[in-house]
């Protein structure tokens, strides 16, 4: 059985790979991922935050609106409180690189291109195979119109593509006007990869302190559904390589993903709720429901639910929205 795929020109033994996050602070653990079956890891993200650049451009990012109110500057965290710098996040790259066999995927994260060509072409320097641009970005400006937002992200792609020989995917989240506009704007400024989507974590309220607290909650299968029906608008109509990220749980989800035109789905939730072994359970059983349905191989059955080749393509626009909700059956 042929699980191998593509990514950013990455030849990958099978389509799971580990997405940023703790799991691969330490070596170890990232040799327990691969030992598992990842085909390829993202490396926890190294935040702007962390790194040292121009001060008021960061304090413009960190303080802005919090004049609002006092508390707000307790919002943001202080920078010396993280695990790792940058200097102890390319070697831990490098290390990496050392140890595993399977690619390894740098991930910066952050708003402004401020010191991260630096830090971009350190992590290239110290053998990253890729790296992923995760934009978190909240617009809170009210006079701010959506298209700087847009040439933000398209100006730090441009950016890293030419400082970085090593392919490059922007991790985004799905409020944008248009998605599929800025899809074909960030695969024309030359994205090797589009990552769908970023999951923003919002924050709660205590309403007994009266303070804001942060809030993290692991994902649920159903979140994948936002993903999918992108990944399966998008298949085929751009040339960036899709990568499927949140709500990936089960088997069903990676195959579903894949049939939607998919090149990875990327696991988290799933590994940090049930354990790293999860990743070979769900590879097995993939095998066992491609030889079931007499599949040879993932490139095989990769788009074959996309918008391009379902028989109803509107199912994946308005139609199926009204259709959803003329079906639902009344239980009272």
């Not at 890293?160 to 599929?180: D, E, R, T, W």
């Not at 990220?245 to 195959?255: A, F, Q, S």
């Amino acid at each position: 059985m042929d699980l191998s795929t593509t990514y950013m020109g990455l030849k990958l033994k099978n389509p799971i790979v580990p997405s940023a996050s703790p799991l691969s602070r330490t070596v170890d653990m990232v040799k327990k991922l691969e030992d598992a079956g990842a085909a390829a890891v993202v490396v926890y993200s190294l935040f702007e935050e962390q790194i040292t650049h121009d001060q008021n451009e960061f304090d413009h990012y960190m303080t802005s609106g919090t004049e609002s109110f006092a508390e707000a500057l307790s919002y943001f965290p202080v920078t010396n409180d993280y695990n790792m710098g940058p200097d102890q996040y390319i070697r831990h790259i490098s290390n990496l690189k050392s140890a595993v066999e399977i690619p390894v995927i740098g991930s910066l994260n952050g708003v402004s291109a401020g010191g991260w060509l630096k830090y971009a072409k350190e992590i290239e320097d110290a053998g990253a195979d890729g790296l992923e641009l995760n934009v978190y970005y909240i617009p809170t400006n009210l006079e701010k119109d959506g298209t700087i937002i847009e040439e933000m992200y398209i100006r730090n792609l441009i950016k890293l593509k030419k400082a970085l020989k090593i392919p490059v995917a922007m991790k985004l989240s799905p409020y944008f006007s248009s998605m599929s506009n800025m899809a074909k704007k960030l695969d024309t400024a030359g994205a090797d990869a589009l990552v769908l989507f970023n999951r923003f974590y919002q924050p709660d309220l205590d309403i007994e302190n009266l303070e804001v607290v942060p809030n993290l909650d692991l994902s649920n299968n159903w979140e994948m559904r936002l993903p999918l029906r992108w990944i399966a608008i998008l298949h085929s109509r751009i040339k960036a390589n899709l990568a499927a990220t949140t709500g990936i749980h089960k088997y069903e989800d990676v195959l579903k993903m894949i049939m939607a035109g998919a090149d990875i789905t990327c696991m988290c939730s799933e590994l940090l709720a049930n354990g790293i072994g999860r990743i070979s359970e769900v590879l097995k059983e993939v095998e066992q429901w491609m030889t079931e349905k007499e599949y040879e191989s993932i490139e095989q059955m990769k788009g074959s639910m996309s918008q391009k080749s379902v028989a109803d393509p509107a199912a994946f626009e308005r139609a199926n929205y009204m259709k959803a909700l003329n079906n639902y059956k009344l239980l009272i």
